[in-house]
């Protein structure tokens, strides 16, 4: 019985593993998408959590062919190594500044920002490829995920011009300012303040927790308190504003907070009256909570929200392709099922995203079933293999379990707990 081909089997619709393309230079075969019908359409606007299929799209097909090529120089070249949960972890400003000349960054964006007017779908295609070749992509993910669309949203003209180029060129990173030490998931119950001065600049104090690298970063968009709450029970979203904080300003500390593995990505950034231009408020002063929940649907329905762990998955792939074990091939095969199932949810969603659509309750569930998919990649490879994981070990599946292990209590937290995000997806449905 001949062993089944891996990269194929991870990749029916275009998912390879790009360190097998040593062996493989050929990508699998992309399976056929039926294009949703007009019917098709109309019926799915019945409920909030169906979205139509997403059209089969010849450029985002195109554009995954030269991000592999890329991934397999760079790859041969050992310009980087694989690793679990990249896009958090793997700061590497060099790599992003690759990706910002081929034009992989800023993608969607207006050609005068220094965007590439592309589609989101082919944008999703790029940021695929990237995680499933565990990539250094961290150093750039949120600025290029979610700030910059933040900017095109609510900022300035000048705000614009001046950050959103540098971004597309892979040259300016962004963190997010919305958890506290005493507010996660809850982000209206905030403590963190922003008052004017005489001079009509913003005077802030507080602390924002979890923010990923801020040593690394040049700005942050900042959740702060600048009104009293209103009355009621939805008054605590009202008084809230967004302001663009740079980083390097006087007053502000980074004090690092490290992960089971001993690694620092994340940090807790202190406010210390810190002065911030006025002009530096973005969007409507009180309009916060909205602009964050506009942000949160970027966040939370990408690929990065089921694929971190995707390196373990490959690698516990090539295991069973060689050893044929039964437990392990229905492992393998169960997992790769569920992971299709979350591919063509985040798909539908990119391609509501291209319709101008913003699908929220859609990116909860992406974020809540995806990242307990992560979590279940760990615990179900772990009962049918006999391997010790260890971070030193020569050994890839050893190694990425490890990785893996560590870095999975963050899965199901970070972007909103999975306790919110089915709160949230129950209201949206008129459930609570």
Known sequence: MPAPDLAALMAPRGFSDPAASHNQQQAAPALPVPCPTESDVDAMKSSPLTLAPAPRSEAAEKVRAEVREFLTSELEAGTFETHVDTWLSGVDPAFSKKLGERGWLGMTWPSKYGGHERTAQERY????????????????????????????????????????????????????????????????????RATRNQAGDWVVNGSKVWTSNAHHSHYAITLVRSDPPGEGPRGRHQGLTQLLIDLSLPGITINPIRILDGGHHFNEVVFDDVVVPGDMLLGEQGAGWHQVSAELAFERSGPERFLSTLPLLVAFGRLAAETLDPAQLATLGRLSARLLALRQLSLRIAAALDRGELPDLPAAMVKDVGTTFEVDIIDEIRRVVDVVPSLDSDDALARALAEAQLHAPGYTLRGGTNEILRGIVARGLGLR
Request: charged residues 20%; negative net charge.
């Open 125 to 192: 295609a790029v940021t695929e490829e990237l995680l499933a070749a565990g990539a250094p992509v961290a150093a750039h993910w949120i600025a290029d995920r979610q700030s910059g669309p933040n900017l095109l949203r609510y900022g300035t003209e000048r705000q614009r011009a001046e950050i959103l180029p540098r971004i597309a060129a892979g040259e300016c990173y962004f963190v997010i300012g919305m958890s506290e030490p005493d507010s996660g998931s809850d982000l209206a119950s905030i403590r963190t």
